[in-house]
């Protein structure tokens, strides 16, 4: 099999153009290449007068060929076997994310028939739950945009991006999310994404597979505690609603994600070892998508064959301080992503259609032990907390969320109402004064950033985005550490994902798993 790269080709292309081209730079016929696949597929608007793609493409030629700089061989793909000990102790899974997922797929592959234990409400239930504090602002604590099955990821616009080497891990993690109903197009194109309308569906096939295979998944039922004899794990304190049970289990997969602020305070209690790890805080900013797109594409914006611009920039300030964007939502929602009472919380949203208004991304800034004035392992937990009560007094105090225009943030100015760019944030904005938000480094900070961002990104800074607050679940607070056998200083117990600090997204998260998992081959 080879792969063939940096095929340019225009947007009105189709895969006969595509399969000529390819042909002809191997020199052979089109009717000789056999196998043919798109391997990759980006967009170049580098040059706002020439936007095109640019594809990669697999084949099989069936006669000799003429390789370049941009033919390379491929090797044939590694199968993933997970061969596990079995003890005689079901393994145990606490999180229903993207790492509990995958873990759960290579338990159950290796006929472990994994318990896997998430605190929410499954996929269906939790969207009911999850709209109705959309709407009225009730808020559950345990099912929320957070907590539940699919993770956090389940409300978001389901990026695939890693910035890690894709390798094995990442190839079956692509595999099973296609397998389980994700769109074909995740296989190839170069920023792939599902859109929170397919996770939904995704996450209910991934969960059906694993029950297949003999394992179990127990919704509401929340890890309360680890039951620990000379450093090594014999057991599970669960609750279930008023109830409370024991479960035993010598492996537990630990893929709690970022959030579960009171599962950090019990591990530590536990004596599990724990450290700081730098995250960033700030805002959600809005524009509407249409501006992005002219911005992006120039005149090609209006082309049928490209879709909802995105766009990633950073920016590092003199003082050493890092701004930057994360997890675009083009034609997305900004959503209300609190799960605890008393606090507000903002993230992106996206449908696969990106068919939305507004644009959205995170506006960050780096933060780290400077920041929360403390050495303790969950300073920077309390630090979130301590944002997102802000957040909520400022917002009224009903989960209403604090909102400025960025004109208005630039020139340390409170806000009145909004201009031509609609927040669509849910239940609603409360038009605030972010310097009664965030500490004066971060604002200033944050401020620089943006008008750096405005030079890079023709509209960026325009007075009239918004920003609504407050982000603070960029990542994980705290690393639970590991050693070389994947597991933290007590023994049977695997941290993994996002939560545990070694990921960041679906696609990095899902891939973590899977090599601790695969870490236990025989």
Partial sequence: MLRINNIKMPLNADVEELRRIA??????????????KVAKKSVDARNKQNVHFVYSIDCE???????????????????????LPDDGVRTVVVGSGPAGMFA?????????????????????????????FWKIGKLDTETNVQ????????????????????????????????AAGAPAEILYLAKPHIGTDNLRLVVRNIRKKIEALGGEYRFNHCLEDLIIKDSRLQGIKVRCGVEAYELEATRLF???????????????????????KPFSVGARIEHKQADINRAQYGAAAKSPYLGAADYKMAVHLPNGRSVYTFCMCPGGTVVAAASEKGRVVTNGMSEFARAGENANAALLVGVGEADFASPHPLAGMYFQRKLEERAFALGGGDYRAPAQLAGDFLHSKASVGGGSVVPSYAPAVNWSDFGALYPAEIAEAMRAGLAEMGKKLRGFDAPDAVLTGVETRSSSPVRIVRNETMQSNIKG????????????????????????VYSLSK
């Fill in 23 to 36: 042909a002809e730079k191997l020199g052979c016929s089109a009717a000789d290449l056999h196998n043919f």
């Fill in 147 to 178: 907590f539940g099955e699919g993770g956090a990821g389940t409300f978001s616009d389901g990026k695939l991006m890693s910035g890690i080497k894709k390798d094995k891990f990442t190839a079956k993690v692509m595999q099973e999310l296609y």
């Fill in 493 to 516: 117990l695997y941290p993994c994902g996002e939560g545990a600090g070694y990921a960041g997204g679906i696609t990095s998260s899902a891939a973590d798993a899977l090599k601790v």
């Fill in 61 to 83: 030629p069936q006669v000799p060929v003429v390789c370049d700089k941009d033919v390379e061989q491929l090797l044939p793909e590694e199968k993933l076997v997970f061969d």
């Fill in 104 to 132: 759960g797929i290579a338990l159950a592959e290796a006929g472990l028939r994994p318990i896997i234990l998430e605190r929410g409400a499954d996929v269906d239930a939790r969207q009911k739950i999850v709209e109705t």
């Fill in 254 to 276: 630990l893929a709690i994600g970022h959030s579960a602020r009171d599962t950090f305070e019990m591990l530590h209690r536990a004596g599990v070892h724990m450290e700081q």
